[in-house]
């Protein structure tokens, strides 16, 4: 039987990350002014300003998480049933798996970070408004996905019928984007549709460093989840082998 090996992650992307994260701390806390620097300040818009930084990286991490890896499922549905791409179906699979466990972890801040947010803006810390309520959907429903999949295990229908709750997660994330544009709300839109929210480079240049560091930190724990699932799968195998060997007169 032949099995992927798995690769030595990137040891120095630990550094660069750490660094990254370093001089977006920097650059937000010091650098980057608040959005009343030269006028009056509005009453909500504290220290509190500052988890935009963070929560909109993680946000936008979280959304690409759950996409790609709806994409990726649709993709393990399709090789599956091709001749000779069963070793491409099962990367493809414990991709998605990677994927959707770091997603739920940035899902589970943004949905922390939000609402502390909110409480010093709207006056509580959670309100039904739509974006806010297809995130909570959106992170139920890949939690619903890892649930499935550490339950159906090895079974091959356990990891189709995971695949089929992923597949969902791609209209949904598209929901969570266009919220407020269809159905309203008050959740603010900073960065883009005219926000305004990002008026002076300084604040340019930390939104830019926060999201590369939370990017290249996506990446890095996708991949190390990626190489410890294709560990497993490969001590799985070893231990069948040692099964038939003992079995064997």
Known sequence: MSRESPRVGFPWMAAVIGLGILASLYQIFWVAPSPWSGGARPDYLGIDYKIFYFHVSTAAGALILFFVCSLVSIGYLVLRRMRGMGALALRADRLCVAMAEVGVVFGLC??????????????????????????????????????????????????????????????????????????????????????????????????????????LLVIYLVHGRYRFHTLAAAIDDLYLDLDDLEETP
Not at 130 to 146: S, W
Request: contains cysteine.
């Open 110 to 215: 943004v949905l922390i970070s939000g609402p502390l947010w909110a409480k010093p803006a709207w006056g509580t810390y959670w309100t039904w408004e739509p974006r806010l309520t297809m995130a909570l959907l959106c992170e139920f429903l890949f939690i619903g996905y890892l649930v499935l999949r550490s339950y159906g295990g090895s079974d091959e229908m356990g990891r189709v019928i995971s695949a089929g709750v992923a597949v969902l997660g791609a209209p949904a994330t598209y929901l969570t984007h266009v919220a407020v544009r269809l159905w309203g709300g008050n959740h603010p839109t900073v960065v883009t549709e005219g926000g305004g929210g990002l008026a002076s480079p300084e604040m340019q240049v930390a939104f830019a460093l926060s999201l590369t560091a939370i990017g």
